[in-house]
């Protein structure tokens, strides 16, 4: 299973790079697959690749339907 989700440029590195923040978690990210991003944007994030730049509406009401989930249950390791 593959899961890409929203996340929000607040810093560009390089031409290539950049940091993302997602609900305060900050990450720095490859931009080698899209063009033109810019600070305050929305991408879609997967496995450090920024994928595509995404409308703000739809980035916020996705991020607000993560709110809504409950949280993961906690995995116990077997000894």
Same mark, same amino acid.
């Given at each position: 299973?593959?899961?890409?989700?929203?996340?929000?440029?607040?810093?560009?590195?390089?031409?290539?790079? &950049?940091?993302?923040? *997602? /609900?305060?978690?900050?990450?720095?990210?490859? %931009? $080698? @697959?899209?063009?033109?991003?810019?600070?305050?944007?929305?991408?879609?994030?997967?496995?450090?690749? &920024?994928?595509?730049? *995404? /409308?703000?509406?739809?980035?916020?009401?996705? %991020? $607000? @339907?993560?709110?809504?989930?409950?949280?993961?249950?906690?995995?116990?390791?077997?000894?």
């Amino acid at each position: 299973m593959c899961l890409a989700i929203p996340v929000r440029v607040v810093e560009l590195v390089d031409a290539d790079t &950049a940091v993302v923040d *997602l /609900d305060g978690i900050r990450k720095v990210i490859s %931009l $080698a @697959l899209v063009d033109d991003i810019r600070v305050g944007d929305y991408v879609i994030l997967h496995v450090g690749y &920024a994928l595509s730049r *995404l /409308d703000p509406e739809e980035a916020e009401r996705t %991020l $607000a @339907l993560f709110a809504e989930l409950p949280p993961a249950p906690r995995l116990e390791h077997a000894a």
